[in-house]
Each structure stands twice: as structure tokens, then as C-alpha cells.
């Protein structure tokens, strides 16, 4: 009796012991666990960001590792739900995060093998494995999973559960979530997949690189003929609706979502707003640009074609570095249509659209000329087009300046309007002295220009501007006067849809219309007749400027009509000389021109031909048409005849 006193005191000692260590061990394990609970309870996956163009296709998705698009539970289809569970976890609405039904058929199946063969997880237990557990086949993490999941049942509804499932778990091909998956392999919302394509996505988790449809199609179907198969024996689908799930091989496709459909642009995005927006890669925000894809697409395009017909005609010379640049603005709000860094991406990502620092040359002679028409020059002003000889002194002695018509002619006396319409650089270094370096300047500055050189170089362009820099000091003329800032971004939502960021135009009225329209009509006349004939179009209105710099190191044509401005830019990186002779009437106007007659194509709505604005007259002087201003009317020495080239030479 004493014995059996003995041995029941000892077990019962054993026995407190084991419940005081379970005690513990399960306290130790709640420790570790009630984080991981937290962490799925407080949901915050990373999620792709969008880039959509102005018409809200599709530019590029921005992810950190997982590319995720996020779908609210009321906007999963009860199909994929059903589909759901009655391949994993049929009884998901009644267990309470564990179904001790299944885990007790997996055990002994686990005994009978001596090892893990079989793990029973709930949709619970799966997503608590996907989120903070390793799938390591261990008793000690299926011990945490089961705590993790019966806790999780406490705190979260059934739905809420399903919705996280459906975001987090991974469906092959590097899609995250089952709207991601949907979108890349059917190219389909949720709301439109057939059941048979439903099954195949439901199927996939289990082993995405094994049914991934674009590389094991066959066991796909496999895989999604079994889930139809089991929701047909629960009575959840009908004959018919099962039947015709067996039959139909749904389409699928291989892109992949990540492709960039315009990389210069997303980067320039990146640059701008990569320190605005927080975890832009990652934080699920909508970023809707001005950019027409259809714009995008034909500018990249046309600056190819412009840079091979450079090197075919340039056969027997060095083009290594050659590259180019265009931007396409709307000039009415500022907003870029398309912009392209360079000929190639893959091979530079260097972007010159926004980055490149060129010197414009003789495109930047409208503004010279504009300055000049508001102080009062007409159209028919008399320029001196003769030789100059200038001495300035250097650190290493004087030097000599003997700056050349491009003709290496002169013409003695010429018009203001045809010395740019001919780009005279004599005649602009001339009209430059007749106003005054200082008055110059201080009207440029007036008109946005920083950094400018303080000589006559400034006569020709030595300025430095990217060409985006320069397409939206155009805008001055293009847009009658009120320059525009180049604006890239229209708004911005975050992942909930909110408004968050909102572009608001800048505009700077600086000359009035009826002055600018002198311009325009001059700068359509440099198109019609002058240095940017190549850029012509039939039936349309363009107005432009040529720019070349010395020695052929760069090829510019600015070229605007009433909606459209286009400013390409072709050079070298390394700023060595492109072939002789290939101007910027050469090499860039012609792309110009194209660009413009294939948007003309796409849009004849667009406008055609330039409004003449009130205050603006005309009058027939020398046989040729010429408009004034009350500003800018011509006096009677404007009306006389050009004098003789000999009487302005000596």
C-alpha cells in the first residue's frame, strides 16, 4: 500500500511537472507567435506601383520583388472562392483555423512513412506558413503554425482571412496575389475569367513553378480539371458548367507584366519623384503621365530612322557616340507627349532628353529676334549682314573672332525677317550690337534664361539647354506668347485611390500675342522657304528653326504647328563633330516634318493652320506679305529698297 502511495505521488509529481512545462513551453511559444499574428493581422503587403499614359494605358509597373496588385474581398468572384475550397480546405467556413479531422488522417499517414509525408493545412494554416513561417517540415514550426492559426481565427473574420490568401499567396511567373496572376496570364480582370481559368489559378500555389501555365500548359489543365472536378462531387457546379469547364483550353500568355513600355520616361519619373513619393517601388501608387503612348511609340520611331539615315550618309565617318533626343509637347498647357532620351535604352539609359547639356546654335535666334520685335523692329527692319572682326583678350594673349554666314557669303543689307529665315549669323551678331549685350540679356533673363553667356557668342547659340529645356522655352512662340513649364505628371492616387498629387499648369505670360504672331509667321516662313524646308508637311501649317553649332557638333530643329510642338536633337556624347554638311536642315527637320505628318494622320482633328490675332495687320511690301504691329510697324526707311551690298562695306 505504502508503494502504490509511493508511485502515485511520483506520477502525480510528473504529471504537475509535464503540465507546468507544457505550461511554459506553451507560454514560451505564445511569446514567439503573438508577433507573427500581428504581422498578418496588420496587413501591409508591398504593392506594384502603375504608370498609365494620359489615356490610361498601361506605360510600366514599378514592384520590389513582389509584383502585387491588391483586390478587396467583395471584389473576388464567389466562383474563385468555391474553387478555393474545394480544392484545399472544404470545411474552411467550420474549423476553427485547424480541421483536426485532416490532421489526424495526415498523422498516421505520417507514422505509417516515418516522416513528414502529408501536412493537413487549413487556407489558415497555408497563409500563416506563406507569411511568417519557413516550410521547413518541423514539429516544433507545425506547432507554431497551428497556435498562429487559432489564433489568427480569433482575430480576424473568415473573409478577412480569404482576402489576405488571395493578395499574398504566390502564382508562378513572379505574380503576386491572384488579380496580378489573372492580369498576366489572361490578360483579364477577375470579373471576367471563365470557371476554367479560375480553376487553373486556384491550383497553382501548390506548386507555381510545376503548373505554371506557360511552361507546363498540359499539367495545368491537369491541375484545374482536378479542382472543377471536386467542385463537381460537392454539388457546387452543375453538369453542364462542369462539362463545359473539361472542354475549354483557355489562352495564355507569356509577357511578362514588368515590361516597360517607355523607359526614359519612367526614369525621368524616378528622378523627379523618387524622394516625393515614399517607397515608390512598393507602395501601390497610380502615376498618371501626359504622355500619348501612340506619340511615344512613333517618336522612338522616327529618331531611329533620322539616326540611320546619319550613318548611311556618314558611311566613312566616326559615329561611336552618335545619338539623338526628341520631345513632343502640347503647347497650349505644357504637357509632354512623348519624350525620348536616346536611340536605344538597353544600350544607354542615359537620358539626353533631360539630362544632355547642348548648345542650341542658331535655334536659339528667335529669341534674339523676338526681344527685338518688342522693342520695335518690324519685319522689314534693315539688318547689316557684313564681315566683323572681333579681339578679346585671353590668359594666353588676344584672339581673334571672325564668325561666317553658314553661306560664307554676306548680303550687305537684308530684312530682319529673312536674316532668320536664312539663319545669317552676321546679321544676328549685328542686330545683337544694335540693341545692346546688357538690354539683350536683361530681356532674356525677363523671358526665363539663366546662365547666359555674357559676350556676342550669345548671338549664336552658346548657351547651354536640354532639349526639353529648350521645347519649353518654344512654347513662347508656339503657345502665342505665354511660355508653358514642361509638365510630365498629371496626378497622382495611392493605393486606396486618393488623390495625393495634383500638376497644376505654369504659365508665364511674357510677350503679347499679337508680337508673338510676328514670330510665328517668320519662323513658318523659315519652314516654307528657309533652313527648315525638310520639315514641310502637306496640307499643315509648320513653323520652326534650324540649329547647327560650330563644326557640326550638334543638329537641332525646333518645329511647331497650332497643337504640336517637336524639338529633336541629334549629336555626338563625346561632343566630337558629326559629317560635314550635316546640319541641323539636314539631319533633324526632316524627322520633324515625319513625326508631324504621322500624328496629323492619327488626329485630323488637330489644328492645321495658324490664327492671326487682333492687333495684328498685314501689307504687300517688295511682293511678298509682311504683318505689323502697332508695336512693331515698319517706318519709311523699312520701306525703302535694300541698298547695294558695296555701300555697307566701305
Same mark, same amino acid.
Given at each position: 500500500?505504502?508503494?502504490?502511495?509511493?508511485?502515485?505521488?511520483?506520477?502525480l509529481?510528473?504529471?504537475?511537472?509535464?503540465?507546468?512545462?507544457?505550461?511554459?513551453?506553451?507560454?514560451?511559444? #505564445?511569446? @514567439?507567435v503573438?508577433?507573427k499574428?500581428?504581422r498578418?493581422? +496588420?496587413?501591409?503587403?508591398?504593392?506594384?506601383?502603375?504608370?498609365?499614359?494620359?489615356?490610361?494605358?498601361?506605360?510600366? !509597373?514599378?514592384?520590389?520583388?513582389?509584383?502585387?496588385?491588391?483586390?478587396?474581398?467583395?471584389?473576388?468572384?464567389?466562383? &474563385?472562392?468555391?474553387?478555393? $475550397?474545394?480544392?484545399?480546405?472544404t470545411?474552411?467556413?467550420?474549423?476553427?483555423?485547424?480541421?483536426?479531422?485532416?490532421?489526424?488522417?495526415?498523422?498516421?499517414?505520417?507514422?505509417?512513412?516515418?516522416?513528414?509525408?502529408?501536412?493537413?493545412?487549413?487556407i489558415?494554416?497555408?497563409?500563416?506558413?506563406? &507569411?511568417?513561417?519557413?516550410?521547413? @517540415?518541423?514539429?516544433?514550426?507545425?506547432?507554431? +503554425?497551428?497556435?498562429? =492559426?487559432?489564433?489568427l481565427?480569433?482575430?480576424?473574420?473568415?473573409?478577412?482571412?480569404?482576402?489576405r490568401?488571395?493578395?499574398?499567396? /504566390?502564382?508562378?511567373h513572379? /505574380?503576386?496575389?491572384?488579380?496580378?496572376?489573372?492580369?498576366?496570364?489572361?490578360?483579364?480582370?477577375?470579373?471576367?475569367?471563365?470557371?476554367?481559368?479560375?480553376?487553373?489559378?486556384?491550383?497553382?500555389?501548390?506548386?507555381?513553378?510545376?503548373?505554371?501555365?506557360?511552361?507546363?500548359?498540359?499539367?495545368?489543365l @491537369? !491541375?484545374?480539371?482536378?479542382?472543377?472536378?471536386?467542385?463537381?462531387?460537392?454539388?457546387?457546379?452543375?453538369?453542364?458548367?462542369?462539362?463545359?469547364?473539361?472542354?475549354?483550353?483557355?489562352?495564355?500568355?507569356?509577357?511578362?507584366?514588368?515590361?516597360?513600355?517607355?523607359?526614359?520616361?519612367?526614369?525621368?519619373?524616378?528622378?523627379?519623384?523618387?524622394?516625393k513619393?515614399?517607397?515608390?517601388?512598393?507602395?501601390?501608387?497610380?502615376?498618371?503621365?501626359?504622355?500619348?503612348l501612340?506619340?511615344?511609340?512613333?517618336?522612338?520611331?522616327?529618331?531611329?530612322?533620322?539616326?540611320?539615315?546619319i550613318?548611311?550618309?556618314?558611311?566613312?565617318?566616326?559615329?561611336?557616340?552618335?545619338?539623338? =533626343?526628341?520631345?513632343?509637347?502640347?503647347?497650349?498647357?505644357?504637357?509632354?507627349?512623348?519624350?525620348?532620351?536616346?536611340?536605344?535604352?538597353?544600350?544607354?539609359?542615359?537620358?539626353?532628353?533631360?539630362? =544632355?547639356?547642348?548648345?542650341?546654335?542658331?535655334?536659339?535666334?528667335?529669341?534674339?529676334?523676338?526681344?527685338?520685335?518688342?522693342?520695335? /523692329?518690324?519685319?522689314?527692319?534693315?539688318?547689316?549682314?557684313?564681315?566683323?572682326?572681333?579681339?578679346?583678350?585671353?590668359?594666353?594673349?588676344?584672339?581673334?573672332?571672325?564668325?561666317?554666314?553658314?553661306?560664307?557669303?554676306? +548680303?550687305?543689307?537684308?530684312? $530682319?525677317?529673312e536674316?532668320?529665315?536664312?539663319?545669317?549669323?552676321?546679321?544676328?551678331?549685328?542686330?545683337?550690337?544694335?540693341?545692346?549685350?546688357?538690354?539683350?540679356?536683361?530681356?532674356?533673363?525677363?523671358?526665363?534664361?539663366?546662365?547666359?553667356?555674357?559676350?556676342?557668342?550669345?548671338?549664336?547659340?552658346?548657351?547651354?539647354?536640354?532639349?526639353?529645356? $529648350?521645347?519649353?522655352?518654344?512654347?513662347?512662340?508656339?503657345?502665342?506668347?505665354?511660355?508653358?513649364?514642361?509638365?510630365?505628371?498629371?496626378?497622382?492616387?495611392?493605393?486606396?485611390?486618393?488623390?495625393?498629387?495634383?500638376?497644376?499648369?505654369?504659365q #508665364?505670360?511674357?510677350?503679347?500675342?499679337?508680337?508673338?504672331?510676328? &514670330?510665328?509667321?517668320?519662323?513658318?516662313?523659315?519652314?516654307? !522657304?528657309?533652313?527648315?524646308?525638310?520639315?514641310?508637311? =502637306?496640307?499643315?501649317e509648320?513653323?520652326?528653326?534650324?540649329?547647327?553649332?560650330?563644326?557640326?557638333?550638334?543638329?537641332?530643329?525646333?518645329?511647331?504647328?497650332?497643337?504640336?510642338?517637336?524639338?529633336?536633337?541629334?549629336?555626338?556624347?563625346?561632343?566630337?563633330?558629326?559629317?560635314? @554638311?550635316?546640319?541641323?536642315?539636314?539631319?533633324?527637320?526632316?524627322?520633324?516634318?515625319?513625326?508631324?505628318?504621322?500624328?496629323?494622320? $492619327?488626329?485630323?482633328?488637330?489644328?492645321?493652320?495658324?490664327?492671326?490675332?487682333?492687333?495684328?495687320?498685314?501689307? &504687300?511690301?517688295?511682293?511678298?506679305?509682311? /504683318?505689323?504691329?502697332?508695336?512693331?510697324?515698319?517706318?519709311?526707311?523699312?520701306?525703302?529698297?535694300?541698298?547695294?551690298?558695296?555701300?555697307?562695306?566701305?
Amino acid at each position: 500500500m505504502k508503494i502504490i502511495k509511493i508511485v502515485s505521488a511520483f506520477v502525480l509529481i510528473v504529471l504537475v511537472a509535464a503540465i507546468a512545462y507544457g505550461v511554459f513551453y506553451l507560454g514560451t511559444v #505564445y511569446t @514567439k507567435v503573438e508577433p507573427k499574428v500581428e504581422r498578418i493581422v +496588420e496587413y501591409h503587403p508591398k504593392l506594384t506601383t502603375k504608370i498609365y499614359d494620359r489615356n490610361g494605358r498601361l506605360i510600366a !509597373r514599378l514592384f520590389d520583388q513582389e509584383n502585387r496588385d491588391y483586390v478587396p474581398y467583395d471584389q473576388i468572384p464567389p466562383r &474563385m472562392i468555391e474553387a478555393l $475550397l474545394a480544392i484545399e480546405d472544404t470545411k474552411f467556413f467550420e474549423h476553427p483555423g485547424v480541421n483536426p479531422d485532416a490532421m489526424f488522417r495526415a498523422f498516421l499517414k505520417d507514422i505509417k512513412a516515418r516522416k513528414f509525408v502529408e501536412g493537413a493545412s487549413t487556407i489558415t494554416q497555408q497563409l500563416v506558413k506563406n &507569411m511568417v513561417l519557413t516550410r521547413q @517540415k518541423k514539429l516544433q514550426r507545425k506547432l507554431q +503554425e497551428i497556435m498562429i =492559426a487559432l489564433l489568427l481565427e480569433r482575430k480576424l473574420s473568415k473573409e478577412d482571412i480569404l482576402e489576405r490568401y488571395f493578395n499574398q499567396i /504566390y502564382f508562378g511567373h513572379g /505574380y503576386y496575389g491572384v488579380k496580378t496572376a489573372a492580369e498576366g496570364y489572361f490578360h483579364k480582370p477577375l470579373s471576367q475569367l471563365s470557371l476554367k481559368e479560375i480553376a487553373m489559378l486556384v491550383g497553382l500555389p501548390r506548386a507555381p513553378s510545376f503548373y505554371d501555365p506557360t511552361r507546363h500548359y498540359d499539367q495545368a489543365l @491537369k !491541375r484545374a480539371d482536378r479542382v472543377a472536378s471536386r467542385m463537381h462531387e460537392l454539388g457546387w457546379i452543375d453538369d453542364e458548367t462542369f462539362a463545359k469547364a473539361i472542354a475549354e483550353r483557355p489562352k495564355v500568355y507569356d509577357e511578362s507584366l514588368s515590361q516597360n513600355r517607355a523607359p526614359y520616361v519612367v526614369d525621368e519619373i524616378f528622378r523627379r519623384f523618387g524622394k516625393k513619393l515614399p517607397n515608390l517601388k512598393s507602395a501601390g501608387y497610380q502615376i498618371h503621365t501626359t504622355i500619348d503612348l501612340e506619340y511615344q511609340n512613333l517618336a522612338k520611331e522616327e529618331l531611329a530612322k533620322g539616326y540611320e539615315a546619319i550613318l548611311k550618309r556618314g558611311a566613312d565617318h566616326n559615329y561611336s557616340k552618335l545619338n539623338g =533626343a526628341m520631345v513632343i509637347l502640347k503647347p497650349s498647357t505644357g504637357e509632354i507627349l512623348a519624350m525620348v532620351g536616346g536611340v536605344d535604352y538597353q544600350k544607354s539609359a542615359f537620358n539626353r532628353a533631360t539630362q =544632355a547639356r547642348r548648345q542650341p546654335g542658331s535655334a536659339f535666334k528667335p529669341f534674339i529676334y523676338q526681344v527685338a520685335l518688342n522693342m520695335g /523692329y518690324s519685319q522689314v527692319s534693315k539688318i547689316p549682314d557684313v564681315a566683323r572682326t572681333y579681339e578679346f583678350e585671353e590668359q594666353n594673349g588676344t584672339k581673334i573672332w571672325q564668325p561666317k554666314n553658314y553661306e560664307k557669303n554676306f +548680303e550687305g543689307e537684308i530684312t $530682319l525677317k529673312e536674316a532668320l529665315v536664312h539663319s545669317r549669323n552676321l546679321a544676328t551678331i549685328n542686330l545683337v550690337e544694335e540693341i545692346g549685350l546688357g538690354t539683350l540679356y536683361k530681356k532674356l533673363q525677363e523671358f526665363g534664361f539663366v546662365n547666359l553667356p555674357r559676350d556676342l557668342s550669345l548671338a549664336l547659340g552658346s548657351i547651354t539647354l536640354s532639349p526639353l529645356d $529648350l521645347a519649353g522655352y518654344y512654347t513662347l512662340f508656339s503657345n502665342y506668347g505665354t511660355r508653358m513649364e514642361p509638365q510630365l505628371v498629371a496626378k497622382v492616387l495611392d493605393s486606396n485611390g486618393s488623390l495625393i498629387y495634383q500638376a497644376e499648369p505654369k504659365q #508665364y505670360p511674357l510677350v503679347e500675342p499679337k508680337q508673338s504672331f510676328l &514670330m510665328i509667321d517668320i519662323l513658318r516662313e523659315v519652314v516654307r !522657304r528657309g533652313t527648315g524646308r525638310a520639315a514641310r508637311v =502637306a496640307g499643315v501649317e509648320v513653323a520652326g528653326k534650324t540649329g547647327t553649332t560650330n563644326r557640326y557638333v550638334d543638329a537641332w530643329f525646333c518645329g511647331f504647328t497650332p497643337d504640336i510642338e517637336v524639338v529633336t536633337w541629334f549629336g555626338q556624347d563625346d561632343n566630337t563633330p558629326l559629317k560635314r @554638311k550635316e546640319s541641323g536642315g539636314r539631319a533633324s527637320a526632316p524627322v520633324v516634318g515625319a513625326v508631324i505628318k504621322r500624328i496629323y494622320a $492619327l488626329h485630323p482633328e488637330l489644328r492645321r493652320r495658324f490664327e492671326v490675332p487682333e492687333g495684328v495687320q498685314k501689307m &504687300m511690301v517688295g511682293g511678298e506679305w509682311i /504683318y505689323f504691329t502697332d508695336i512693331s510697324k515698319p517706318s519709311p526707311k523699312d520701306l525703302q529698297p535694300k541698298k547695294v551690298k558695296e555701300e555697307l562695306l566701305f
